[in-house]
């Protein structure tokens, strides 16, 4: 496990801080990725550490900036230690449906595939039983 994880998961409350997942929802823990990758020369400094469900770790890989079909440009991925997701973001609760405000929240939510059919299935089952808020 990530030396960094109790800290990462307890800072998030224990959810993936790019599409709202609830880690009490898995059987295993999410992971701790880099928001700017090493690659990409982030660091392991904890403001560059963000709580990651594996589906949007997966997709995120080494991006920091994304396409935004609007503005029709390539625009920074949203940041969890500098952005609210709330500016960025909004659940549709009929849906489970996670649309993009902004920007940067549409690139987000289209590079991480945050909608994609399974995403949306498990999203409405964590609403219906009151994990996901």
């Known amino acids: 496990m990530n030396p ?3 800290f990462v998961a ?3 409350l224990h959810r ?3 599409c709202r997942a609830p880690e009490e929802g898995f059987n ?3 992971e701790v990725e880099h928001i700017t990758p090493v690659s990409r020369g982030g660091s392991d400094d904890e403001d560059n550490l963000a709580l990651a469900c594996t589906a949007c770790n ?3 890989w080494y991006y920091i900036v ?3 079909e609007v503005t029709q440009s390539d625009v920074p991925l949203f940041h969890p230690r500098q952005q609210l997701w709330e500016e960025h973001f909004h659940l549709d609760f009929a849906t ?4 993009g ?8 939510v289209a590079c991480l595939r945050i909608n994609s059919a399974a995403q949306l299935r498990a999203r409405r089952l964590w609403i219906a039983q009151g994990l996901y808020s």
């Open 66 to 68: 994304a396409f935004d």
């Open 16 to 18: 993936c801080e790019y």
């Open 101 to 108: 405000l902004t920007a940067t929240g549409r690139a987000t």
């Open 4 to 6: 960094h994880y109790m």
């Open 96 to 99: 489970g449906a996670i649309r």
């Open 28 to 30: 295993f823990h999410f």
């Open 10 to 12: 307890d800072r998030a």
């Open 58 to 60: 997966l997709f995120k």
